[in-house]
């Protein structure tokens, strides 16, 4: 997959979550989920986490700026969606479906039978986007607990 997503002014582009502007990204998204959930039921992955071998680690970027982020964590024959975070001053300009589709198309291009993903009870802009993009209800998978702050969702490819 191309890293300009041709549906959109942003390049969708393989990053360093160490670089500056992903990490101040991913300091903010990391500081909004732990002022809402309780430290039992936050899964982010930190900083270094995201730097694995398994993780394909992407940017929205609009020139030089830094609008977002997403991960796509290689599992066993599924693909998990992580790290999805829009800068506050771009939300509702598409930056998440551009990376969501980006994802998607690596999880694609690698073989993956499905995407699956956590998220916050109360993160209601998430469920829209991943219910737009084909995503379902699902049950905890991998080493997530039923926690009542989590919401699962998945999508067959």
Same mark, same amino acid.
Do not use: W
């Given at each position: 997959?191309?890293?300009?997503?041709?549906?959109?002014?942003?390049?969708?582009?393989?990053?360093?979550?160490? %670089?500056?502007?992903?990490?101040?990204?991913?300091?903010?998204?990391h500081?909004?989920?732990? $002022?809402? +959930?309780? /430290?039992?039921d936050n899964? +982010?992955?930190?900083?270094?986490?995201? &730097?694995?071998?398994?993780?394909?680690? +992407?940017?929205?970027? =609009?020139?030089?700026? &830094?609008?977002?982020? %997403?991960?796509?964590?290689?599992?066993?024959?599924?693909?998990?969606?992580k790290?999805? +975070?829009?800068? =506050?001053?771009?939300? %509702?300009r598409?930056?998440?479906?551009?990376?969501?589709? @980006?994802? =998607?198309?690596?999880?694609?291009n690698?073989?993956l039978?499905?995407?699956?993903? =956590?998220?916050g009870?109360?993160?209601?802009?998430?469920? @829209?986007?991943?219910?737009?993009? %084909?995503f379902?209800?699902?049950?905890?998978?991998?080493?997530? /607990?039923? $926690?009542? $702050?989590?919401?699962?969702?998945e999508?067959?490819?």
């Open positions: 997959m191309p890293a300009l997503d041709t549906d959109t002014p942003y390049r969708i582009i393989p990053a360093d979550p160490k %670089g500056p502007d992903a990490t101040a990204l991913l300091s903010a998204s500081a909004l989920m732990q $002022s809402l +959930f309780p /430290p039992e899964f +982010f992955l930190d900083i270094d986490a995201l &730097c694995a071998p398994d993780i394909r680690f +992407f940017t929205a970027m =609009e020139g030089t700026t &830094c609008l977002g982020t %997403g991960a796509l964590a290689l599992r066993d024959g599924y693909g998990e969606v790290s999805m +975070f829009v800068d =506050e001053a771009a939300r %509702g598409g930056v998440a479906d551009a990376i969501l589709r @980006r994802i =998607e198309g690596e999880a694609r690698l073989g039978a499905a995407l699956k993903l =956590e998220t009870n109360v993160l209601h802009a998430a469920h @829209r986007l991943y219910a737009r993009h %084909g379902t209800p699902g049950g905890p998978f991998g080493d997530y /607990p039923n $926690s009542p $702050s989590s919401i699962f969702m999508k067959a490819l």
